[in-house]
Nanobody, 118 residues
Framework: QVQLVESGGGLVQAGGSLRLSCAAS????????MGWYRQAPGKEREFVAA????????YYADSLKGRFTISRDNAKNTVYLKMNSLKPADTAIYSC???????????WGPGTQVTVSS
């Protein structure tokens, strides 16, 4: 089992920045990626960004490229999401995701609320 703990959410004014963190612990896999999804009230969960832990390849939702940056700290087994120029439309619960390529299995964190005020 993989445990994910997120932090860094909160309330920010439009135009501001936040950095989310997600630390993974427990079972580890040899090939996996970690990333972020978000779900706004009344909307479907959507992909935000991900990073392949082996190759360091990064992936972003097209609409968020240039404002959001995903990065990692191998030693801490932690993934970060730096969000700049935040908009009220970015308000959502942001959930950390861990995906094992070998088993095709997803693990999810409990989520952290990000609220952007206008």
């Amino acid at each position: 089992q993989v445990q994910l703990v997120e932090s860094g959410g909160g309330l920010v004014q439009a135009g501001g920045s936040l950095r989310l963190s997600c630390a993974a612990s427990g079972r580890t896999f040899s090939s996996y990626k970690m990333g972020w999804y978000r779900q706004a009230p009344g909307k479907e969960r959507e992909f935000v960004a991900a990073i392949n832990w082996s190759t360091d390849s990064t992936y972003y939702a097209d609409s968020l490229k240039g404002r959001f940056t995903i990065s990692r700290d191998n030693a801490k087994n932690t993934v970060y999401l730096k969000m700049n120029s935040l908009k009220p439309a970015d308000t959502a619960i942001y959930s950390c995701n861990y995906y094992s390529y070998a088993y095709g299995r997803n693990y999810w964190g409990p989520g952290t609320q990000v609220t952007v005020s206008s």
